[in-house]
C-alpha cells in the first residue's frame, strides 16, 4: 500500500530547490523546504498522540505554515479540518465537538475562548499566528526534516469540509484520497498547467477553492504560488507581471477593474485568468475582456464534489454559463419531484456522478441518504438548464426557487434582465411570503456609481422582457449586496431582511 495524494503532490518535491511559495514582503519558499516544514509537523502530530484517521481542525491564518500542516496531515494519514477564520467560536465549538477533533490550531486571541472550550472537551488546543509563530511550530523545531509516510487507500478519508449549514445543522463532508486527487489529475490537463506557471493565490485555505483546487493544482504541476495573507489589489497589480494564471472570486475582478492601472500591458504575462464561487455577471465577463484581450473561464463546484464542469481553456469560453462537465464527469439534469431526467434546455436539478463526489457526510447517514443517490448520482441542491450542445447555466439553488401563484420562477432568469438595465449595478432576486399568491418576487437592486435608480423606469423597463408573473412586486435599494467570505450573495439574509415586505 501506499498514500496516493501524497506520492502524486508532495513526495516529487522532496529535496528540490525551485521555488513553491513566493510571498509578497519578498521572500521564497522553495518546494523542498515548504516538504521540510511538513516533515517536521508530521512528526509533531505523532508525538500529539495523532493516529491515521484522526481530526485536526484548524482554524488558523492564511500562511506558509498552515499550508504546511495541511501538508503534514496528508503524510500522517490525519483528516484535515479547515474552519473559516470567521467563525465565532460556540460556531467552531460544534465543529470540534461534531468531527471529534483530536487536535485543535487556533489563534492566540482564541485562547480565552476556544481553548476553555476545548479543555472543556478533553481535545488539545495549540497555536499557530499569522506570522508562523505559536506554540505548535515551536514544537516542531526540534524535529528531524524527513518523515515517514503513512500508508493510505484511496478510499481514506483525506479531509473533512463543513458545508455552510443554511438549512440546518452544518455538514461535514467526507472527501477521500480519490476525491482530491482525481479532480487535481483532471483540472491540471484540462487548464493546461506546468511546473513553469506562476499562480496568483489570494484566496482563503479553509475553503475547497483556494486549499483544493489552487494549491493542489499547483503541486501536482510543480509550479510556484505567489501567495497572498489576502486579495490586497496594490499586492496583485504588482504580481501580476510576474504571474501566468490567476484564480479568483467575482469579486476580486471587479474591484480590478475598477482600478485604471489594470491594463492590458499588466497582464501581457498571463495565460489564464479563472473564476469561480459565485456568478460572475456577463458585463464583468465583457468589460475585462475588452480590457485585458483574456476571457475569464468560468467553472462550477461545491464542497461535496470540488469541480464539476468547467468552460473550455481552447475553445468558447460562454459568458452566463459554468461550461461542461469536466472528464470524468456524469451531469445531468433532472426533474426535482421524480428523479427523472429532463429534456435538453429545461430547467431542472442538478445531479452529478464521478471520482470527484465525496463520500457522505460525517455521522449523518440519514442525510447521505437523501443527497447521495444509490446509484451514486450526488443531488447538488443547484437548479440549471443544459444547452443542446453541452453548457450548463445555473439558475439558483433548490431553496432560491419562488413559487408565486403556482408558477416557478427562477431567481437568476430575474436578475439577468434586471443587471441588463441602465443604473443596475447588480440584483439580487428572492421570494418573499405573498398573501394572494403565495409567494411574490423581490428584487434587491444595488445602483452603479451615481446612478439614482428610478422604480417606476426599471418596472416600466421590464414590461414585455418578463411575464408578469416573473415581475418583482417589490424593489429594494442597497448599497452593496451581503456575501460571504467567497464572494457568494447570501440570500439567507436578503430573506430574512426583507420577507416580510407583503405582510398586511
Not at 54 to 78: I, T
Not at 181 to 197: A, G, H, Q
Not at 296 to 310: A, D, H, K, P, V
Request: hydrophobic fraction near 40%; glycine fraction near 10%; proline fraction near 6%.
Amino acid at each position: 500500500m501506499s498514500n496516493p495524494l501524497f506520492d502524486a503532490l508532495f513526495a516529487p518535491h522532496i529535496g528540490k530547490e525551485t521555488p513553491f511559495l513566493m510571498l509578497p514582503e519578498g521572500g521564497v519558499i522553495s518546494h523542498g523546504t515548504f516538504m521540510s516544514m511538513a516533515a517536521q509537523y508530521a512528526h509533531v502530530l505523532r508525538d500529539m498522540g495523532l493516529e491515521p484517521g484522526d481530526r485536526l481542525a484548524a482554524q488558523v491564518d492564511k500562511s506558509p505554515q498552515a499550508l504546511a500542516v495541511y501538508a503534514a496531515c496528508v503524510m500522517a494519514g490525519v483528516v484535515f479540518l479547515p474552519l473559516n477564520t470567521g467563525y465565532t467560536h460556540l460556531e467552531v465549538d460544534y465543529f470540534i465537538e461534531n468531527s471529534g477533533a483530536n487536535l485543535v490550531l487556533g489563534r492566540e486571541d482564541a485562547l480565552r475562548d476556544l481553548q476553555r472550550d476545548c479543555d472543556r472537551m478533553g481535545v488539545r488546543f495549540e497555536t499557530l499566528e499569522l506570522d508562523g509563530t505559536g506554540s505548535f511550530p515551536e514544537a516542531a523545531q526540534s524535529q528531524p526534516d524527513h518523515f515517514d509516510v503513512v500508508d493510505r487507500a484511496e478510499t481514506d478519508l483525506a479531509a473533512l469540509l463543513y458545508t455552510s449549514g443554511t438549512t440546518g445543522l452544518s455538514k461535514g463532508a467526507m472527501l477521500t484520497q480519490r476525491n482530491l486527487l482525481s479532480n487535481t489529475v483532471v483540472l491540471k490537463e484540462y487548464w493546461r498547467f506546468t511546473d513553469s506557471d506562476v499562480l496568483i493565490h489570494a484566496l482563503p485555505i479553509f475553503h475547497t477553492h483556494g486549499l483544493f483546487v489552487a494549491t493542489n493544482v499547483m503541486l501536482l504541476a510543480g509550479g510556484a504560488m505567489i501567495f497572498m495573507p489576502r486579495f490586497n489589489l496594490d499586492q496583485v497589480m504588482q504580481a501580476l507581471p510576474h504571474a501566468t494564471t490567476m484564480m479568483g472570486v467575482p469579486t476580486f475582478y471587479t474591484r480590478m477593474l475598477d482600478d485604471p492601472a489594470f491594463t492590458k500591458e499588466l497582464c501581457s504575462n498571463m495565460r489564464l485568468f479563472i473564476s469561480g464561487s459565485a456568478p460572475l455577471l456577463s458585463e464583468t465577463h465583457k468589460a475585462f475582456e475588452e480590457r485585458t484581450g483574456h476571457r475569464i473561464l468560468e467553472r462550477y463546484g461545491m464542497t461535496e464534489t470540488n469541480m464539476n464542469t468547467s468552460n473550455p481553456y481552447r475553445h468558447e469560453r460562454r459568458a452566463g454559463t459554468v461550461g461542461m462537465p469536466l472528464p470524468g464527469v456524469e451531469l445531468k439534469i433532472t426533474d426535482p419531484d421524480t428523479g427523472e431526467e429532463v429534456p435538453r434546455g429545461d430547467v431542472g436539478m442538478i445531479e452529478v456522478r464521478g471520482d470527484n463526489v465525496f463520500k457522505g457526510y460525517w455521522q449523518m447517514p440519514e442525510k447521505t441518504a437523501e443527497e447521495l443517490r444509490p446509484n451514486g448520482f450526488f443531488i447538488t441542491g443547484d437548479l440549471g438548464r443544459m444547452s443542446d450542445d453541452g453548457y450548463v447555466t445555473i439558475v439558483g439553488r433548490g431553496k432560491d426557487l419562488i413559487i408565486s401563484g403556482g408558477f416557478n420562477v427562477y431567481p437568476k432568469d430575474v436578475e439577468l434582465v434586471l443587471d441588463d438595465l441602465p443604473g443596475v449595478l447588480e440584483s439580487a432576486v428572492i421570494g418573499a411570503p405573498h398573501p394572494d399568491f403565495g409567494e411574490s418576487v423581490v428584487a434587491v437592486l444595488v445602483p452603479e456609481p451615481g446612478a439614482a435608480l428610478d422604480i417606476e423606469a426599471v418596472e416600466h423597463a421590464l414590461d414585455g422582457r418578463l411575464a408578469r408573473f416573473k415581475q418583482p412586486r417589490h424593489y429594494v435599494i442597497v448599497d452593496e449586496l451581503p456575501r460571504n467570505t467567497m464572494g457568494k450573495v447570501q440570500k439567507k439574509i436578503l430573506r430574512q431582511t426583507y420577507g416580510d415586505v407583503f405582510a398586511a
